[in-house]
């Protein structure tokens, strides 16, 4: 069975501080890998990709992807009170299926 | 650029009921994916088309589930009948030719609670 797996939180940051929020996934052959954002009642929306090791940097956001050691995580800078959501990080396997993991819930405190 | 449609946004019904939700998704996307949401969890694919075929349904439970997508645009989700533990947001999602996998746009959702 494939598995993403993220840390549920809550995970509470000042506003103005850095926000890291971390991914595992089970297998290997893994091919692409993304953060969706979801704000409390609404529907995912893709914030980032990143399909090879090493980081990528977009705004105040910088996804860091590791595949040796099977992990992703998303760094939000400068946090602001609209980053306040569910943070869901997806990877599409061998069979570029995509599964997504339970989501890291994150407030930023003005 | 409208974007995915979904309707109705909101159903309740008692379990054994039957219920049935539509999407229409971005004009030009061949690739649909029906999602199940659970309260706390992430989505979790139900079924995904290709045009108006079926790429996969492995997650579908098929003696209560049913889903088309006639014409390869929109498509409806079927439940009957309903269990409790349908209650979650069914999420419809789609992406163009071309996009990398994974690279998913969608809906707004329809949340449904089962009595």
């Known amino acids: 069975q494939k598995e993403v797996e993220q840390n549920s939180g809550p995970l509470s940051v000042p506003e103005g501080a850095i926000a890291s929020l971390n991914c595992t996934y089970s297998d290997r052959v893994s091919q692409s890998f993304f953060w969706y954002r979801q704000y409390s009642g609404k529907s995912p929306e893709l914030i980032m990709s990143?399909?090879?090791?090493g980081d990528k940097e977009d705004g105040r956001f910088t996804a860091q992807l590791n595949k040796a050691s099977q992990y992703v995580s998303l760094l939000i800078r400068d946090s602001q009170p609209s980053d306040s959501a569910t943070y869901l990080c997806?990877?599409?396997?061998?069979?570029?299926?995509?599964?997504f993991g339970a989501g890291t819930t994150v407030t930023v405190r003005a | 650029e409208a974007g995915v449609a979904q309707s109705p946004r909101y159903k309740i019904i008692e379990k054994r009921q039957s219920v049935a939700f539509w999407c229409n998704p971005i004009s030009g996307h061949a690739t649909l994916y029906w999602y199940q949401q659970i309260l706390g969890q992430g989505p979790k694919l139900l079924i995904q088309f290709q045009n108006n075929g079926v790429v996969d349904d492995s997650q579908l439970p098929k003696d209560r589930f049913s889903a088309e997508r006639l014409k390869g645009v929109d498509s409806t989700l079927k439940i009957q009948p309903a269990k409790l533990e349908d209650s979650a947001v069914y999420l419809c999602?789609?992406?163009?030719?071309?996009?990398?996998?994974?690279?998913?746009?969608f809906g707004e959702g329809s949340r449904l609670t089962v009595l």
């Open positions: 999602a789609s992406s163009p030719p071309g996009l990398v996998a994974g690279e998913l746009f």
């Open positions: 990143i399909y090879s090791n």
């Open positions: 997806a990877v599409t396997f061998q069979d570029y299926k995509l599964s």
